[in-house]
């Protein structure tokens, strides 16, 4: 096992790493900009190493500094947390190169995965449900028009290099498909350096599903069952729960199988997310696969019980898979809220600035993954998210139950959170009685 693990990141998610590393008896190095000096999470480390000032491009996504950091802390491993690094397969490549195992997945299997192209001919392969369109990219236009013409608009053109919602157009006709892949094109070009883009069919009305799956170096895959994440905005998740609810059974398992059966052809090892949007027959269609730990890994935790964290820190290391698909059962519900420094009475308007009041909520079935504590300062530099309150309870009426208390309890300021727009969501009839869908919290939003 690693003797001391060096983390690329900050925050919540390298506190996270932090407690499962003293767990393993594994010592911990911190790399952080100046922007996070003093972060409540530092303290937590065996040792921290500032790698440069407050903008990311200058200090957590500097290669360089992280592999020298490494270096001169004698770290044996790197883990790159989510964000970031953590999907760059030339990162992954450089930690193995410079003699760090990368707690992730091999470089190859994260370019295979992370190339949406390659990935739906692989997801084909191990009978992953895909969306129907084109094989591959697209060479030729009116070969593009024909399979549009087969498949029924609306379609949408992606970037086979891809993320972030960028490099998307969907198109209702001939007309609008033409300019879209030549616009897709060109912004894939300009973004992601890969001019690649494939076409597929446009869902209008889905929930988003994912599975959560992690492999061993041997040759091992198991699921962790899946999530429902359909409460986003702008694309970001704002509330994730798992299981999906009023999935049918036989259905998920399939689906849960075959997420597990691609991660095995692509010889991955580690935590991955599958991601599939769910149409309201119930069919599913792969989206990406994520080729990290995902910032809401804390439900698939809580309803099987499984540490991902520490399983993916194993499974670098060497070591086998510790359990097989028999032992993996789904215990109750949970559901995740993602507590954003933002003002939802103010669309949504950044808060950076001093935390004052900090009131966690307690009691049973309730996890709250946060570096924030009275006196802690935002910084503007990064992502919103302070805190993740992880609910769990016997069943999804329950754990509704507990979550408003929960959230309830919680008191933040004088910055604002997204926690009166959970208490909202959670009092919404589409989203009790789950016939919600990724479009249903910007829909509510515009109505007020
Ligand atoms: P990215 O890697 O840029 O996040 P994804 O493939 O995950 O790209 O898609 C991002 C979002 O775009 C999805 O969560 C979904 O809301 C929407 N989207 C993507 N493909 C489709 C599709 N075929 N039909 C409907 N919505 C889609």
């Given at each position: 096992?690693?003797?001391?693990?060096?983390?690329?990141?900050?925050?919540?998610?390298?506190?996270?790493i932090?407690?499962?590393?003293r767990?393993?008896?594994i010592?911990?190095?911190?790399?952080?900009?100046s922007?996070?000096?003093?972060?409540?999470?530092?303290?937590?480390?065996?040792?921290?190493?500032?790698?440069?000032?407050?903008?990311?491009?200058?200090?957590?996504?500097?290669?360089?500094?992280?592999?020298?950091?490494?270096?001169?802390?004698?770290?044996?491993?790197?883990?790159?947390?989510?964000?970031?690094?953590?999907?760059?397969?030339?990162?992954?490549?450089?930690?193995?190169?410079?003699?760090?195992?990368?707690?992730?997945?091999?470089?190859?299997?994260?370019?295979?995965?992370?190339?949406?192209?390659?990935?739906k001919?692989?997801?084909?392969?191990?009978?992953?449900?895909?969306?129907?369109g084109?094989?591959?990219?697209?060479?030729?236009?009116?070969?593009?028009?024909?399979?549009?013409?087969?498949?029924?608009?609306?379609v949408?053109?992606?970037?086979?290099?891809?993320?972030?919602?960028?490099?998307?157009?969907i198109?209702?006709?001939?007309?609008?498909l033409?300019?879209?892949?030549?616009q897709?094109?060109?912004?894939?070009?300009?973004a992601?350096?890969?001019?690649v883009?494939?076409?597929?069919?446009?869902?209008?009305?889905a929930?988003?599903?994912?599975?959560?799956?992690?492999?061993?170096?041997?040759?091992?895959?198991?699921?962790?069952?899946?999530?429902?994440?359909?409460?986003?905005?702008?694309?970001?998740?704002?509330?994730?729960?798992?299981?999906?609810?009023?999935?049918?059974?036989a259905?998920?398992?399939?689906?849960?199988?075959?997420?597990?059966?691609?991660i095995?052809?692509?010889?991955?090892?580690?935590?991955?997310?599958?991601?599939?949007?769910?149409?309201?027959?119930?069919?599913?269609?792969?989206?990406?696969?994520?080729?990290?730990?995902?910032?809401e890994?804390?439900?698939?935790?809580?309803?099987?019980?499984?540490?991902i964290?520490q399983?993916?820190?194993?499974?670098?290391?060497?070591?086998?898979?510790?359990?097989?698909?028999?032992?993996?059962?789904?215990?109750?519900?949970?559901?995740?809220?993602?507590?954003?420094?933002?003002d939802?009475?103010?669309?949504?308007?950044?808060?950076?600035?001093?935390?004052?009041?900090?009131?966690?909520?307690?009691?049973?079935?309730?996890?709250?993954?946060?570096?924030v504590?009275?006196?802690y300062?935002?910084?503007?530099?990064?992502?919103?998210?302070?805190?993740?309150?992880?609910?769990?309870?016997?069943?999804?009426?329950?754990?509704?139950?507990?979550?408003?208390?929960?959230l309830?309890?919680?008191?933040?300021?004088?910055?604002?959170?997204?926690?009166?727009?959970y208490?909202?969501?959670?009092?919404?009839?589409?989203?009790?009685?789950?016939?919600?869908?990724?479009?249903?919290v910007?829909?509510?939003?515009?109505a007020?």
């Amino acid at each position: 096992m690693f003797k001391r693990v060096l983390i690329a990141n900050r925050g919540e998610i390298a506190l996270r790493i932090i407690r499962a590393c003293r767990e393993m008896g594994i010592e911990t190095i911190c790399v952080y900009s100046s922007a996070d000096e003093g972060g409540p999470w530092l303290e937590q480390a065996t040792q921290s190493i500032c790698i440069g000032p407050g903008p990311s491009k200058d200090s957590y996504l500097r290669i360089e500094r992280i592999i020298a950091a490494a270096e001169v802390g004698h770290a044996d491993a790197i883990h790159p947390g989510y964000g970031f690094l953590s999907e760059n397969a030339h990162f992954a490549e450089v930690c193995r190169d410079s003699g760090f195992e990368f707690i992730g997945p091999s470089p190859e299997a994260m370019s295979l995965l992370g190339d949406k192209v390659n990935c739906k001919r692989l997801a084909k392969q191990a009978g992953t449900p895909i969306f129907p369109g084109t094989e591959g990219g697209i060479e030729d236009m009116d070969e593009a028009v024909q399979v549009a013409k087969d498949i029924g608009y609306p379609v949408i053109v992606k970037a086979s290099g891809g993320g972030g919602g960028r490099g998307m157009r969907i198109a209702q006709d001939e007309a609008s498909l033409r300019s879209g892949v030549e616009q897709a094109r060109q912004e894939a070009q300009a973004a992601f350096g890969n001019p690649v883009v494939y076409l597929e069919k446009y869902l209008e009305f889905a929930r988003h599903f994912e599975v959560q799956v992690i492999g061993d170096k041997h040759g091992n895959a198991v699921h962790l069952y899946e999530r429902d994440c359909s409460s986003q905005r702008r694309h970001q998740k704002l509330i994730e729960e798992a299981p999906a609810p009023g999935v049918d059974p036989a259905k998920r398992d399939v689906v849960c199988s075959s997420a597990a059966e691609l991660i095995r052809r692509a010889k991955y090892s580690g935590a991955a997310t599958v991601e599939f949007l769910m149409d309201p027959t119930q069919h599913f269609f792969m989206l990406e696969v994520n080729t990290r730990v995902q910032v809401e890994h804390p439900i698939s935790e809580a309803i099987t019980g499984v540490d991902i964290v520490q399983t993916g820190i194993r499974v670098a290391a060497g070591e086998v898979l510790p359990y097989t698909q028999a032992d993996i059962k789904v215990n109750g519900h949970a559901m995740e809220f993602r507590i954003n420094a933002e003002d939802p009475a103010r669309n949504f308007m950044p808060q950076a600035g001093l935390i004052e009041t900090w009131v966690p909520p307690g009691g049973p079935g309730i996890r709250l993954d946060s570096h924030v504590r009275v006196g802690y300062r935002v910084p503007p530099n990064y992502d919103s998210m302070i805190g993740k309150l992880i609910v769990h309870a016997p069943t999804r009426e329950a754990c509704i139950r507990r979550s408003l208390g929960a959230l309830g309890e919680f008191k933040v300021g004088p910055i604002k959170t997204t926690i009166p727009l959970y208490q909202r969501l959670l009092n919404e009839p589409m989203f009790t009685s789950a016939s919600h869908d990724i479009k249903y919290v910007e829909r509510l939003l515009v109505a007020k």
